[in-house]
Structure formats: structure tokens, C-alpha cells
């Protein structure tokens, strides 16, 4: 994933249901812990609806990097980067 340049990894299930989030702490530590004990579950999840300056303001309120874009059933659309908005 670094190498890639991401700096965080949604976790879902076959359905694209999240279930959890992993970001830099997570993806820095530990390479032999599993994920299901790395990552935040349950993470704050956005619709598509969302304006980018709501999402803009946010991020950057809460000064997180990203956050996960879903449907309504928690089936993953995509992940808004706050460098992106």
C-alpha cells in the first residue's frame, strides 16, 4: 500500500460492507498483527450526497486525512482524501 501511496486501507467484506478502517498508525505498526485487531472498526463512513465542501470542512475540522464514502446499506463507494477535496 505505501508503495502505492496510500495512507489508508478500507477493510470490507465480499459484500463491500466496511467493517473497519486502517491509517498511517495502523499501517506503521506491527506487519504481524491481523488485521481484524489492527484496524478501527466501525469507522465514520459519508454518502455520495455529501458536498466536497462539506467533506472539505470536515477533514480538515477534524483534521483526518481521509474518510470512506458508502451507500446507505455500508457498501463502499470510495475513499474521499482530504488532499483531493
Do not use: K, Q, Y
Amino acid at each position: 500500500m505505501r508503495a502505492a501511496g496510500w495512507d489508508a486501507c478500507v477493510v470490507i467484506n465480499d459484500e463491500r460492507i466496511v467493517f473497519g478502517l486502517l491509517r498511517d498508525h495502523e499501517l506503521d505498526g506491527d506487519p504481524a498483527v491481523r488485521v481484524e485487531e489492527a484496524m478501527r472498526p466501525a469507522p465514520s463512513t459519508f454518502r455520495p450526497h455529501v458536498s466536497l465542501e462539506e467533506m472539505a470542512r470536515f477533514l480538515s475540522g477534524h483534521d483526518i486525512a481521509n474518510a470512506p464514502i458508502t451507500t446507505s446499506d455500508g457498501r463502499l463507494v470510495g475513499l474521499l482524501r482530504r488532499e483531493d477535496v
